[in-house]
């Protein structure tokens, strides 16, 4: 019972912020633009999908079909539809639309922030792209589809993963897995988007040495903390020994706080010729520049 009033109370939450970060103008021409909407005389808004498919649900994630359409006659009584008419409308056009509905979500809520950065600060790149990824509690019955963790956990939760370009707000991808999958897994997914001087941000989870290469290979950057198991050396020969980071930072550079350094990482790619595209940060306060 505790658990269902805050659904509610979070629904009623969501439902505020919905309206406040909508408006039905841009909706409805989002509707039409992909195709969601193609009469002029439909009764179904670009609004009342968007609310039936998001807020209305949060507090019933199971709700049936028939259920879906006496929520719809509650949002617009001029939207009564048969729960087979509902069923054809979630399709192909829906799915687009609802992305489109989110890019729109995520360029209000990004680009003020955006808006703060320093001028010129990025226009050394040609985009910056941002990866990563949130988890969502799924209702049991879709453990099949998208497995969760178990236990105290839903046993069906969703990872969805996005790539999106910062500087011109565009949502490049979106991905949807099992809750359980981890991020390392996507960590070569960004590289068919990659154009020449494009940044790529991402957080440890997604640092795996293979796509390092692959994104220096498309002439692009990346900037990303240092895993502890990934060797570092001065010299391109395989048998060189590791540094110790720390140490080899408090001997040589006590008084820095910004350390540029050429290294290279990983027993293979030792091999391979610097080329200074990538950024690694070490935790704390030795920040530095790798190949």
């Known amino acids: 019972m505790k658990m269902k009033q805050e659904m509610n109370r979070y629904a009623r939450k969501v439902k505020g912020k919905l309206t406040t970060i909508f408006a039905p103008e841009p909706l409805e021409t989002l509707a039409r633009h992909s195709k969601f909407i193609q009469r002029s005389s439909s009764k179904l808004t670009g609004k009342d999908f968007v609310e039936l498919m998001t807020t209305e649900m949060i507090e019933e994630p199971a709700v049936s079909l028939e259920g879906l359409c006496d929520l719809l006659v509650d949002l617009n009584p ?19 639309y609802l992305q489109e509905v989110l890019q729109l979500a995520l360029r209000q809520q990004l680009e003020p922030i955006c808006d703060r950065l320093p001028l010129g600060s990025l226009t050394s790149f040609g985009r910056v792209l941002l990866e990563d990824s949130t988890q969502c509690r799924l209702h049991a019955k879709l453990a099949d589809a998208f497995k969760g963790s178990g236990g105290s956990a839903s046993p069906s939760a969703v990872k969805i993963d996005l790539i999106y370009d910062v500087m011109h707000h565009s949502l490049l991808e979106m991905s949807l897995s099992d809750g359980t999958a981890a991020d390392q897994g996507r960590a070569l997914a960004i590289v068919p988007h990659l154009r020449q001087d494009d940044l790529v941000l991402r957080d440890l989870g997604y640092l795996r040495l293979e796509s390092l290469r692959q994104i220096e290979a498309q002439d692009a950057w990346y900037l990303s903390r240092l895993s502890k198991g990934v060797d570092v050396s001065l010299e391109a020969d395989a048998q060189a020994p590791a540094l110790v980071l720390v140490e080899h930072f408090q001997r040589y550079y006590p008084d820095e706080s910004v350390i540029d350094l050429s290294v290279f ?3 293979e790619l030792r091999r391979l010729k610097p080329s200074m595209r990538g950024g690694y940060f070490l935790s704390g306060n030795w920040p530095r520049r790798a190949p």
């Open 265 to 267: 990482i990983g027993h």
């Open 78 to 96: 001029h939207a009564e539809m048969t729960p087979q008419a509902l069923h054809q409308r979630i399709n192909a056009y829906a799915v687009t």
